[in-house]
């Protein structure tokens, strides 16, 4: 027995029964032994933040060379490993900017209820949705054998000790019914549908994510279920969504992290032409908890970034993404800029310009001077984290002067916002 705890029972040997002194010595023993092992905890966590590259920063050597390099680094924020590509032409997009702070989306439909707010601390238009509810977006265009998803999802959990309800988000094929038919919803597989389930844990409880794929009702596919290694850090935190279609192939990213990537998910009997999200139910309150979903993009073709650059001398994207009226780059860009990175370490000798566009909303002036901070935002991500030499790109800003497409859709304005690459 520790000498310290021992002494502290001869201490109290007078004023105490056997019993009293065994109870003391035996609460003193468990107290040291959890202080002992929350320092061990403590150390395996450093340790394994070390290795994840999260521990602390060493200090940077004094460095009379460091004067000249750029005072804050442009950090993306995601590792290297982010390998999602968007679709090059956008077939749908919801940022419910020209929905009613209130009212469900325009054109979609629901077995509960939702609503349009804005939520503090995050720009733009969220979709607030509730346990116990079934939602169907307002999309009507089919969607092609390869094609990507992203949207943005916030979970406002005030953990109370019991299970968290899960939430369930996918791919369904309507074929002849409408796509926000009211049968859909409570019969989503009816013809083909793809499923996501992520079961949210807490701390010592684990969370998971599941895929199925039903073909007219009856079981197609299911994933084993995979761990989400300290998904809890993101409650309160607005997560990223990235799915990818290929024929029957599905890759799925939650955050950098790929989560799946199945050769063999999909069912490709119907074309999928809509997407769902599910709240299931919990012992929760409405005031307890809170599912927000924002900036869904549905878009084909993944971009031949070389062939367009280096052979057709111009490449654009749309997957480059900042938020709302900020220069702020937003880490799910990662993929694309990571892609324009490599072509231009493969060829040492071409120079480029980078320019910046954005839609017709707000000020002419202003968004001539966004475009143009957001133009050397993505200059400053490429010397930073690519170590591209700064003197072979030139930046530029269009502000919404040169359109692609009709600023009056939402779908127009996303397209708007757009990056382009011009080989010099």
């Not at 949210?200 to 197609?220: H, L, N, Q």
């Not at 990175?341 to 707000?362: C, E, F, Q, W, Y």
Request: hydrophobic letters at 35%; zero cysteines; glycine letters at 6%.
């Amino acid at each position: 027995m520790n000498k310290h705890l021992l002494i502290a029972a001869l201490f109290l040997l007078p004023i105490m029964t056997q019993a009293q002194i065994g109870n003391v010595l035996n609460r003193a023993k468990a107290k040291v032994n959890q202080r002992v092992n929350n320092k061990i905890d403590k150390g395996i966590d450093e340790a394994l933040d070390e290795v994840e590259g999260k521990g602390k920063s060493k200090p940077a050597a004094n460095n009379s060379t460091d004067a000249a390099a750029p005072s804050t680094k442009k950090n993306v924020g995601y590792a290297s490993t982010f390998d999602f590509i968007p679709g090059e032409k956008l077939l749908y997009t919801e940022d419910f900017s020209q929905d009613a702070i209130g009212e469900l989306p325009l054109n979609w439909n629901t077995t509960g209820k939702g609503e349009v707010v804005t939520v503090d601390g995050l720009s733009g238009k969220w979709t607030k949705m509730y346990q116990n509810s079934f939602y169907l977006t307002g999309n009507k265009t089919e969607f092609p054998k390869n094609f990507t998803v992203e949207f943005d999802l916030l979970l406002a959990f005030n953990y109370k000790s019991y299970t968290l309800p899960l939430v369930t988000f996918g791919m369904l094929a309507s074929s002849e019914l409408a796509t926000t038919e009211n049968e859909l919803m409570t019969n989503h597989s009816k013809y083909q549908s793809t499923e996501i389930m992520l079961r949210p844990g807490y701390k010592s409880t684990p969370s998971y994510a599941t895929v199925k794929s039903f073909i007219e009702r009856r079981d197609y596919y299911k994933s084993a279920d995979q761990e989400l290694d300290r998904f809890d850090d993101n409650y309160n935190k607005v997560i990223h969504i990235a799915m990818q279609m290929q024929e029957s192939r599905l890759r799925i990213w939650i955050n950098s992290d790929k989560v799946f990537d199945i050769p063999k998910a999909l069912a490709t009997q119907y074309m999928f032409n809509q997407l769902f999200f599910k709240i299931h139910n919990s012992g929760y309150k409405e005031n307890e908890i809170g599912f927000y979903l924002g900036n869904i993009k549905v878009a084909t073709g993944i971009p031949d970034t070389r062939h367009k650059l280096m052979e057709e001398g111009k490449f654009s994207t749309t997957g480059i993404l900042f938020n709302v009226n900020e220069a702020t780059l937003q880490p799910a860009s990662y993929g694309v800029i990571r892609e324009i990175a490599a072509v231009l370490k493969a060829n040492p000798s071409v120079r480029i310009s980078i320019t910046g566009h954005t839609d017709s909303d707000g000020a002419d002036a202003a968004n001539l001077s966004l475009s143009q901070e957001r133009a050397a935002t993505v200059k400053d991500v490429l010397v930073n984290e690519f170590a591209i030499d700064a003197a072979r790109m030139e930046t530029d800003g269009k502000g919404e002067s040169k359109p692609v497409a009709d600023n009056k859709t939402k779908e127009g304005k996303a397209a708007n916002r757009r990056v382009e690459f011009v080989k010099l």
